[in-house]
Protein backbone atom coordinates (compact mmCIF):
# COMPACT_ATOMS: atom_id res chain seq x y z
CA UNK A 1 0.00 0.00 0.00
CA UNK A 2 2.88 2.19 0.96
CA UNK A 3 4.71 1.38 -2.36
CA UNK A 4 1.66 2.20 -3.86
CA UNK A 5 0.73 5.72 -2.56
CA UNK A 6 4.50 6.48 -3.20
CA UNK A 7 3.77 5.97 -6.74
CA UNK A 8 0.98 8.05 -7.38
CA UNK A 9 1.84 11.02 -4.78
CA UNK A 10 1.88 13.51 -7.56
CA UNK A 11 -2.10 13.14 -8.16
CA UNK A 12 -2.84 13.39 -5.05
CA UNK A 13 -1.48 16.40 -4.46
CA UNK A 14 -2.43 18.04 -7.86
CA UNK A 15 -5.74 16.44 -7.02
CA UNK A 16 -5.89 18.41 -2.88
CA UNK A 17 -5.09 21.69 -5.44
CA UNK A 18 -7.67 20.42 -7.66
CA UNK A 19 -10.51 20.54 -4.60
CA UNK A 20 -9.24 24.07 -2.95
CA UNK A 21 -10.46 25.22 -6.70
CA UNK A 22 -13.69 23.72 -6.56
CA UNK A 23 -14.72 24.46 -3.62
CA UNK A 24 -13.51 27.96 -3.76
CA UNK A 25 -14.69 28.79 -7.30
CA UNK A 26 -18.34 27.23 -6.28
CA UNK A 27 -19.13 29.10 -3.82
CA UNK A 28 -17.20 32.23 -4.90
CA UNK A 29 -19.66 32.39 -8.29
CA UNK A 30 -22.67 31.82 -6.45
CA UNK A 31 -22.05 34.51 -3.90
CA UNK A 32 -20.92 36.75 -6.33
CA UNK A 33 -23.90 36.65 -8.65
CA UNK A 34 -26.02 37.19 -5.51
CA UNK A 35 -23.61 40.30 -4.60
CA UNK A 36 -24.46 41.59 -8.65
CA UNK A 37 -28.00 41.79 -7.77
CA UNK A 38 -28.43 38.47 -10.40
CA UNK A 39 -31.87 37.10 -10.22
CA UNK A 40 -31.94 33.84 -8.27
CA UNK A 41 -33.61 32.09 -11.25
CA UNK A 42 -30.60 33.34 -13.49
CA UNK A 43 -28.51 32.55 -10.77
CA UNK A 44 -29.94 29.14 -10.64
CA UNK A 45 -29.23 28.63 -14.48
CA UNK A 46 -25.62 29.95 -14.32
CA UNK A 47 -24.98 27.20 -11.49
CA UNK A 48 -26.67 24.44 -13.82
CA UNK A 49 -24.59 25.26 -16.41
CA UNK A 50 -21.48 23.65 -15.03
CA UNK A 51 -23.49 20.20 -14.50
CA UNK A 52 -24.71 20.60 -18.02
CA UNK A 53 -21.29 20.77 -18.86
CA UNK A 54 -20.13 17.76 -17.03
CA UNK A 55 -22.79 16.27 -18.48
CA UNK A 56 -20.79 16.85 -21.72
CA UNK A 57 -17.62 15.91 -20.28
CA UNK A 58 -19.33 12.19 -19.34
CA UNK A 59 -20.07 11.66 -22.99
CA UNK A 60 -16.93 12.97 -24.50
CA UNK A 61 -14.18 12.63 -21.81
CA UNK A 62 -13.13 8.94 -22.47
CA UNK A 63 -12.88 9.71 -26.47
CA UNK A 64 -10.63 12.90 -25.82
CA UNK A 65 -8.33 10.27 -22.96
CA UNK A 66 -7.70 7.39 -25.54
CA UNK A 67 -7.30 10.24 -28.62
CA UNK A 68 -4.49 12.74 -26.93
CA UNK A 69 -3.74 10.24 -23.50
CA UNK A 70 -4.25 11.21 -19.81
CA UNK A 71 -1.30 13.36 -18.94
CA UNK A 72 -1.82 15.96 -22.09
CA UNK A 73 -5.59 15.78 -21.36
CA UNK A 74 -4.99 16.92 -17.46
CA UNK A 75 -3.06 19.38 -18.57
CA UNK A 76 -4.95 20.67 -21.30
CA UNK A 77 -8.42 20.87 -19.24
CA UNK A 78 -6.67 22.76 -16.06
CA UNK A 79 -5.45 25.41 -18.48
CA UNK A 80 -9.14 25.41 -19.65
CA UNK A 81 -10.53 25.75 -16.24
CA UNK A 82 -7.70 28.35 -15.07
CA UNK A 83 -9.12 30.31 -18.54
CA UNK A 84 -12.52 30.18 -17.38
CA UNK A 85 -11.90 31.52 -13.76
CA UNK A 86 -10.33 34.57 -14.99
CA UNK A 87 -12.79 35.20 -17.86
CA UNK A 88 -15.28 35.27 -14.69
CA UNK A 89 -14.00 38.26 -13.34
CA UNK A 90 -13.24 39.82 -16.69
CA UNK A 91 -17.06 40.22 -17.69
CA UNK A 92 -19.48 40.24 -15.12
CA UNK A 93 -22.38 39.31 -17.11
CA UNK A 94 -24.71 36.38 -16.41
CA UNK A 95 -24.65 34.57 -19.55
CA UNK A 96 -20.76 35.07 -20.08
CA UNK A 97 -20.50 33.57 -16.82
CA UNK A 98 -23.15 30.50 -18.11
CA UNK A 99 -20.87 29.62 -20.56
CA UNK A 100 -17.90 29.57 -18.70
CA UNK A 101 -19.86 27.53 -16.41
CA UNK A 102 -20.38 24.96 -18.71
CA UNK A 103 -16.46 24.94 -20.05
CA UNK A 104 -15.41 24.80 -16.37
CA UNK A 105 -18.04 21.43 -15.97
CA UNK A 106 -16.72 19.74 -19.20
CA UNK A 107 -13.18 20.38 -18.17
CA UNK A 108 -13.43 19.56 -14.52
CA UNK A 109 -15.55 15.79 -15.35
CA UNK A 110 -12.36 15.43 -17.90
CA UNK A 111 -10.09 15.82 -14.57
CA UNK A 112 -12.01 13.48 -12.61
CA UNK A 113 -12.37 10.69 -15.27
CA UNK A 114 -8.08 11.19 -15.90
CA UNK A 115 -7.57 10.61 -11.76
CA UNK A 116 -9.81 8.16 -11.42
CA UNK A 117 -9.02 6.09 -14.26
CA UNK A 118 -5.22 6.72 -12.99
CA UNK A 119 -5.78 5.03 -9.38
CA UNK A 120 -8.31 2.20 -10.23
CA UNK A 121 -5.07 0.91 -12.68
CA UNK A 122 -2.88 1.69 -10.21
CA UNK A 123 -4.41 -0.07 -7.18
CA UNK A 124 -5.30 -3.83 -7.44
CA UNK A 125 -8.41 -5.87 -5.41
CA UNK A 126 -6.61 -5.72 -1.84
CA UNK A 127 -6.29 -1.96 -1.94
CA UNK A 128 -8.48 -0.53 -4.32
CA UNK A 129 -11.38 0.39 -1.53
CA UNK A 130 -8.65 2.08 0.29
CA UNK A 131 -7.02 4.38 -2.35
CA UNK A 132 -10.39 5.12 -3.51
CA UNK A 133 -11.19 6.37 -0.24
CA UNK A 134 -8.50 8.10 0.84
CA UNK A 135 -8.71 10.20 -2.78
CA UNK A 136 -12.05 10.90 -1.78
CA UNK A 137 -10.57 11.88 1.65
CA UNK A 138 -8.22 14.16 -0.13
CA UNK A 139 -10.54 15.67 -2.43
CA UNK A 140 -13.23 16.65 0.22
CA UNK A 141 -10.41 18.17 2.16
CA UNK A 142 -9.72 20.28 -0.65
CA UNK A 143 -13.02 21.42 -1.19
CA UNK A 144 -13.40 22.30 2.67
CA UNK A 145 -10.12 24.04 2.73
CA UNK A 146 -11.71 26.21 -0.25
CA UNK A 147 -14.30 27.62 1.53
CA UNK A 148 -11.39 29.53 3.54
CA UNK A 149 -10.14 30.75 0.77
CA UNK A 150 -13.04 33.54 0.30
CA UNK A 151 -11.50 35.43 3.63
CA UNK A 152 -8.44 36.15 1.97
CA UNK A 153 -9.97 39.07 -0.06
CA UNK A 154 -13.48 40.78 -1.15
CA UNK A 155 -15.12 38.84 -3.73
CA UNK A 156 -16.10 42.01 -5.43
CA UNK A 157 -12.46 41.91 -6.39
CA UNK A 158 -10.22 40.74 -8.86
CA UNK A 159 -7.59 38.49 -6.58
CA UNK A 160 -9.65 35.62 -5.54
CA UNK A 161 -10.52 34.86 -9.00
CA UNK A 162 -6.20 34.66 -10.43
CA UNK A 163 -5.76 32.80 -6.80
CA UNK A 164 -8.13 29.93 -8.06
CA UNK A 165 -6.48 30.54 -11.52
CA UNK A 166 -2.91 30.00 -9.95
CA UNK A 167 -3.70 26.91 -8.00
CA UNK A 168 -5.60 25.28 -10.77
CA UNK A 169 -2.08 25.59 -13.11
CA UNK A 170 -0.18 24.45 -10.55
CA UNK A 171 -2.14 21.38 -10.17
CA UNK A 172 -1.37 20.22 -13.61
CA UNK A 173 2.62 20.83 -12.26
CA UNK A 174 3.17 17.66 -10.50
CA UNK A 175 0.94 15.71 -12.97
CA UNK A 176 2.71 16.47 -16.15
CA UNK A 177 6.34 15.88 -14.29
CA UNK A 178 5.21 12.75 -13.43
CA UNK A 179 6.74 9.58 -14.85
CA UNK A 180 4.28 7.05 -13.20
CA UNK A 181 2.61 4.87 -16.18
CA UNK A 182 -0.68 6.09 -17.54
CA UNK A 183 -3.89 3.71 -17.77
CA UNK A 184 -5.06 1.90 -20.72
CA UNK A 185 -8.26 3.37 -21.84
CA UNK A 186 -10.69 0.49 -22.83
CA UNK A 187 -14.39 1.32 -24.37
CA UNK A 188 -16.56 1.27 -22.04
CA UNK A 189 -20.08 -0.26 -22.51
CA UNK A 190 -23.24 1.42 -21.69
CA UNK A 191 -26.77 0.47 -20.05
CA UNK A 192 -29.49 3.16 -21.21
CA UNK A 193 -31.29 5.15 -18.20
CA UNK A 194 -34.94 3.34 -19.19
CA UNK A 195 -33.43 -0.01 -18.47
CA UNK A 196 -31.31 0.62 -15.57
CA UNK A 197 -34.51 1.95 -13.83
CA UNK A 198 -36.75 -1.17 -14.71
CA UNK A 199 -34.00 -2.94 -12.74
CA UNK A 200 -33.01 -0.52 -9.95
CA UNK A 201 -35.74 2.23 -10.08
CA UNK A 202 -35.29 2.97 -6.43
CA UNK A 203 -31.38 3.10 -6.48
CA UNK A 204 -31.93 5.17 -9.82
CA UNK A 205 -34.50 7.46 -8.92
CA UNK A 206 -32.18 7.74 -5.47
CA UNK A 207 -29.32 8.97 -7.70
CA UNK A 208 -31.15 11.22 -9.42
CA UNK A 209 -32.85 13.16 -6.31
CA UNK A 210 -29.60 13.23 -4.18
CA UNK A 211 -27.27 14.83 -6.86
CA UNK A 212 -30.13 17.11 -7.23
CA UNK A 213 -30.41 18.20 -3.76
CA UNK A 214 -26.33 18.15 -3.82
CA UNK A 215 -26.09 20.61 -6.75
CA UNK A 216 -28.99 22.76 -4.64
CA UNK A 217 -26.55 22.78 -1.45
CA UNK A 218 -23.10 23.82 -3.74
CA UNK A 219 -25.16 25.94 -6.24
CA UNK A 220 -27.66 27.96 -3.99
CA UNK A 221 -26.52 27.90 -0.48
CA UNK A 222 -24.44 30.71 -0.78
CA UNK A 223 -27.65 32.53 -2.37
CA UNK A 224 -29.35 31.67 0.84
CA UNK A 225 -26.32 32.70 3.12
CA UNK A 226 -27.00 36.32 1.28
CA UNK A 227 -30.31 36.64 1.60
CA UNK A 228 -30.17 35.84 5.41
CA UNK A 229 -27.71 38.46 5.86
CA UNK A 230 -24.39 36.66 6.45
CA UNK A 231 -21.00 38.02 5.66
CA UNK A 232 -18.17 36.62 3.64
CA UNK A 233 -16.16 35.01 6.45
CA UNK A 234 -19.87 33.56 7.31
CA UNK A 235 -20.53 32.51 3.98
CA UNK A 236 -17.10 30.34 3.89
CA UNK A 237 -18.00 28.67 7.28
CA UNK A 238 -21.35 27.85 6.47
CA UNK A 239 -20.02 26.20 3.45
CA UNK A 240 -17.29 24.82 5.46
CA UNK A 241 -19.41 22.81 7.87
CA UNK A 242 -21.60 21.37 5.42
CA UNK A 243 -18.58 19.84 3.44
CA UNK A 244 -17.06 18.64 6.93
CA UNK A 245 -20.70 17.06 7.81
CA UNK A 246 -20.32 15.14 4.49
CA UNK A 247 -16.48 14.49 5.58
CA UNK A 248 -16.48 12.89 8.64
CA UNK A 249 -20.23 11.08 8.15
CA UNK A 250 -18.82 9.47 4.64
CA UNK A 251 -17.43 6.69 5.83
CA UNK A 252 -19.79 5.45 9.17
CA UNK A 253 -22.98 6.11 6.69
CA UNK A 254 -21.21 3.64 4.14
CA UNK A 255 -20.59 0.98 6.81
CA UNK A 256 -24.01 1.36 7.74
CA UNK A 257 -25.31 0.91 4.62
CA UNK A 258 -22.95 -2.20 3.79
CA UNK A 259 -24.01 -3.86 7.02
CA UNK A 260 -27.73 -3.60 6.97
CA UNK A 261 -30.63 -3.83 4.81
CA UNK A 262 -29.08 -1.53 2.00
CA UNK A 263 -33.05 -0.59 1.22
CA UNK A 264 -33.84 0.27 4.71
CA UNK A 265 -31.04 2.16 5.21
CA UNK A 266 -31.44 4.41 2.49
CA UNK A 267 -35.03 5.05 2.92
CA UNK A 268 -34.18 5.84 6.66
CA UNK A 269 -31.26 8.03 6.35
CA UNK A 270 -33.30 10.57 3.22
CA UNK A 271 -36.36 10.71 6.32
CA UNK A 272 -33.76 11.60 8.48
CA UNK A 273 -32.17 14.20 6.19
CA UNK A 274 -35.42 15.67 5.10
CA UNK A 275 -36.05 16.26 8.48
CA UNK A 276 -33.27 18.15 9.63
CA UNK A 277 -33.44 20.27 6.25
CA UNK A 278 -36.88 21.08 8.08
CA UNK A 279 -35.04 21.44 11.21
CA UNK A 280 -32.66 23.92 9.76
CA UNK A 281 -35.40 26.31 8.02
CA UNK A 282 -36.87 26.76 11.18
CA UNK A 283 -33.85 27.92 13.26
CA UNK A 284 -33.22 31.37 13.69
CA UNK A 285 -30.35 32.63 11.17
CA UNK A 286 -29.09 35.42 14.19
CA UNK A 287 -27.63 32.57 16.31
CA UNK A 288 -24.65 31.69 13.88
CA UNK A 289 -23.33 28.41 15.62
CA UNK A 290 -26.79 26.95 16.18
CA UNK A 291 -26.96 27.32 12.11
CA UNK A 292 -23.67 26.30 11.24
CA UNK A 293 -24.07 22.86 13.86
CA UNK A 294 -27.44 21.98 11.65
CA UNK A 295 -26.54 22.88 8.28
CA UNK A 296 -22.94 20.43 9.06
CA UNK A 297 -25.75 17.44 10.07
CA UNK A 298 -28.07 18.18 7.96
CA UNK A 299 -24.59 18.00 4.82
CA UNK A 300 -23.66 14.95 6.84
CA UNK A 301 -26.55 13.40 6.70
CA UNK A 302 -27.58 13.98 3.37
CA UNK A 303 -24.05 14.74 1.27
CA UNK A 304 -23.17 10.82 1.65
CA UNK A 305 -25.88 9.37 0.60
CA UNK A 306 -25.34 9.31 -3.18
CA UNK A 307 -22.71 6.60 -1.98
CA UNK A 308 -25.95 4.65 -0.81
CA UNK A 309 -28.29 4.64 -3.72
CA UNK A 310 -24.92 3.98 -6.23
CA UNK A 311 -24.10 0.78 -4.76
CA UNK A 312 -28.08 -0.10 -4.30
CA UNK A 313 -28.04 -0.04 -7.93
CA UNK A 314 -24.77 -1.91 -8.53
CA UNK A 315 -26.28 -4.10 -6.10
CA UNK A 316 -28.46 -5.40 -8.54
CA UNK A 317 -25.89 -5.81 -11.58
CA UNK A 318 -23.89 -8.78 -12.49
CA UNK A 319 -20.02 -8.30 -12.32
CA UNK A 320 -19.49 -7.84 -16.15
CA UNK A 321 -22.36 -5.03 -16.20
CA UNK A 322 -20.82 -2.59 -13.27
CA UNK A 323 -19.30 -0.35 -15.32
CA UNK A 324 -22.01 0.09 -17.74
CA UNK A 325 -24.55 0.61 -15.04
CA UNK A 326 -21.64 3.29 -13.55
CA UNK A 327 -21.65 4.95 -16.60
CA UNK A 328 -25.48 5.15 -16.16
CA UNK A 329 -25.50 6.05 -12.54
CA UNK A 330 -23.20 9.26 -13.68
CA UNK A 331 -25.17 10.27 -16.57
CA UNK A 332 -28.81 10.14 -14.29
CA UNK A 333 -26.88 12.02 -11.64
CA UNK A 334 -25.59 14.57 -13.60
CA UNK A 335 -29.07 15.73 -15.14
CA UNK A 336 -30.52 15.57 -11.51
CA UNK A 337 -27.49 18.08 -10.72
CA UNK A 338 -28.40 20.41 -13.58
CA UNK A 339 -31.99 20.75 -12.50
CA UNK A 340 -31.17 21.36 -8.78
CA UNK A 341 -30.05 25.14 -8.41
CA UNK A 342 -33.65 25.51 -11.24
CA UNK A 343 -35.78 23.84 -8.83
CA UNK A 344 -34.35 25.54 -5.37
CA UNK A 345 -34.20 29.23 -7.12
CA UNK A 346 -38.19 29.52 -7.77
CA UNK A 347 -38.44 28.54 -4.25
CA UNK A 348 -36.48 31.33 -2.67
CA UNK A 349 -38.36 33.85 -5.01
CA UNK A 350 -41.50 32.71 -3.22
CA UNK A 351 -40.99 31.70 0.21
CA UNK A 352 -37.49 33.86 0.91
CA UNK A 353 -34.79 32.15 2.68
CA UNK A 354 -36.31 29.05 4.09
CA UNK A 355 -37.08 27.93 0.40
CA UNK A 356 -33.70 26.53 0.12
CA UNK A 357 -34.13 24.09 2.79
CA UNK A 358 -37.72 23.11 2.12
CA UNK A 359 -36.62 22.33 -1.25
CA UNK A 360 -34.25 20.38 0.15
CA UNK A 361 -36.33 18.30 2.37
CA UNK A 362 -38.98 17.97 -0.55
CA UNK A 363 -36.37 16.28 -2.86
CA UNK A 364 -35.12 14.01 0.62
CA UNK A 365 -39.08 13.18 1.43
CA UNK A 366 -40.19 11.73 -2.05
CA UNK A 367 -36.85 9.67 -1.66
CA UNK A 368 -37.86 8.13 1.24
CA UNK A 369 -41.66 7.89 0.64
CA UNK A 370 -40.86 6.05 -2.79
CA UNK A 371 -38.56 3.57 -0.98
CA UNK A 372 -41.56 2.76 1.93
CA UNK A 373 -43.23 1.88 -1.10
CA UNK A 374 -40.90 0.10 -2.83
CA UNK A 375 -40.34 -2.40 0.36
CA UNK A 376 -44.01 -2.99 0.74
CA UNK A 377 -44.51 -3.75 -2.31
CA UNK A 378 -42.00 -5.69 -3.07
CA UNK A 379 -39.80 -6.87 0.01
CA UNK A 380 -37.07 -8.74 -0.35
CA UNK A 381 -37.72 -11.72 1.37
CA UNK A 382 -34.87 -14.63 0.87
CA UNK A 383 -32.80 -12.14 -1.51
CA UNK A 384 -32.15 -9.86 1.49
CA UNK A 385 -28.84 -9.92 1.95
CA UNK A 386 -27.74 -9.15 -1.50
CA UNK A 387 -24.75 -6.61 -1.58
CA UNK A 388 -22.81 -5.32 -4.28
CA UNK A 389 -20.67 -2.09 -4.88
CA UNK A 390 -19.26 -0.72 -1.19
CA UNK A 391 -21.17 2.61 -0.41
CA UNK A 392 -18.11 3.49 1.15
CA UNK A 393 -16.26 4.44 -2.03
CA UNK A 394 -17.93 7.08 -3.97
CA UNK A 395 -17.99 10.26 -6.00
CA UNK A 396 -20.46 12.92 -5.81
CA UNK A 397 -21.42 14.68 -9.37
CA UNK A 398 -23.31 17.59 -6.89
CA UNK A 399 -19.56 18.54 -5.69
CA UNK A 400 -17.67 17.97 -9.36
CA UNK A 401 -16.84 14.26 -8.63
CA UNK A 402 -17.61 11.20 -10.75
CA UNK A 403 -17.71 7.73 -9.57
CA UNK A 404 -14.90 5.25 -9.51
CA UNK A 405 -16.64 3.82 -12.62
CA UNK A 406 -13.94 1.09 -13.52
CA UNK A 407 -13.78 -0.58 -9.51
CA UNK A 408 -14.43 -3.97 -9.68
CA UNK A 409 -17.21 -5.63 -7.97
CA UNK A 410 -18.27 -9.03 -7.08
CA UNK A 411 -22.53 -9.60 -6.44
CA UNK A 412 -24.51 -12.19 -5.70
CA UNK A 413 -26.99 -12.42 -8.15
CA UNK A 414 -28.67 -10.25 -11.06
CA UNK A 415 -32.05 -9.92 -9.35
CA UNK A 416 -35.04 -9.80 -11.28
CA UNK A 417 -36.77 -6.40 -11.04
CA UNK A 418 -39.94 -8.33 -9.30
CA UNK A 419 -38.34 -9.25 -6.52
CA UNK A 420 -37.69 -5.97 -5.42
Given at each position: ???????????????LLIGLCVGAQGTLISLRAALEGFPNTLTGLI????????????????????????????????????????????????????????LTGFAMCGIYLVAESWLNQAADDSNRGKIMS???????????????????????????????????????????????????????????????????????????????????????????????????????????????????????????????????????????????????????????????????????????????????????????????????????????????PLVVAPFLDAVGPRGFFWSCAISLFTISLYG?????????????????????????????????????????????????
Amino acid sequence: MRKKLTSIWPLFFGMLLIGLCVGAQGTLISLRAALEGFPNTLTGLIMSAYYLGFLLGAHRGQKVIKRVGHVRTFGALTALSSLCVLLHSLYINPWAWFATRFLTGFAMCGIYLVAESWLNQAADDSNRGKIMSLYMITLLGGILGGQFLLNLADPRSFELFSLISILMSAAAIPILATATPTPVVTPTPSISPLKLFQWAPFGLMGVFLIQMCSAMVFGMAPVYANMVGLGTHQVAWLMAAIVAGALVLQWPLGMLADRFNRRLVATTLTAIAGALALTASLLPTENFILLLVSVGIFGGFALPLYAVFSALVNDYMRPEKIVAASSTILLVGGVGASVGPLVVAPFLDAVGPRGFFWSCAISLFTISLYGLYRMARFPYSARQDVHGMSAQSVGTVGTGLVPPAAVKTETKADINRDDF
